[in-house]
Nanobody
Framework: QVQLVESGGGLVQAGGSLRLSCAAS????????MGWFRQAPGKERELVGT????????TYADSVKGRFTISRDNAKNTVYLQMNKLKPEDTAVYYC????????????????WGQGTQVTVSS
């Protein structure tokens, strides 16, 4: 069992940066692959990117590739989403999610979810 708490959201101007954090409880965080997802108003939740258990492999949606970076610190039980060159279309509630061992891309496969943090990008 793992509990996830996101933080770091807020209001930023287009072109700016934010770093989201997702803190996990439990002693087995390093055994969970992590995903970041987002849901914009009126839209379905979508995958932003994933990172494997070691942090050595990350994947990104085309819409954020080259602007967003996912990293993790297993000693701190935390995964990060560094967001640069933000655009108004990045406005959404951002969620982190965890899955034991391997890294699915289907959100339905993730077992544990945080409560989300709002990111608003003004033009």
């Amino acid at each position: 069992q793992v509990q996830l708490v996101e933080s770091g959201g807020g209001l930023v101007q287009a072109g700016g940066s934010l770093r989201l954090s997702c803190a996990a409880s439990g002693r087995t965080f390093s055994s969970y692959a992590m995903g970041w997802f987002r849901q914009a108003p009126g839209k379905e939740r979508e995958l932003v990117g994933t990172i494997n258990i070691s942090g050595g492999v990350s994947t990104y949606a085309d819409s954020v590739k080259g602007r967003f970076t996912i990293s993790r610190d297993n000693a701190k039980n935390t995964v990060y989403l560094q967001m640069n060159k933000l655009k108004p279309e990045d406005t959404a509630v951002y969620y982190c999610a965890a899955h034991w061992a391997f890294t699915p891309t289907l959100q339905s496969a993730y077992n544990y979810w945080g409560q989300g943090t709002q990111v608003t990008v003004s033009s």
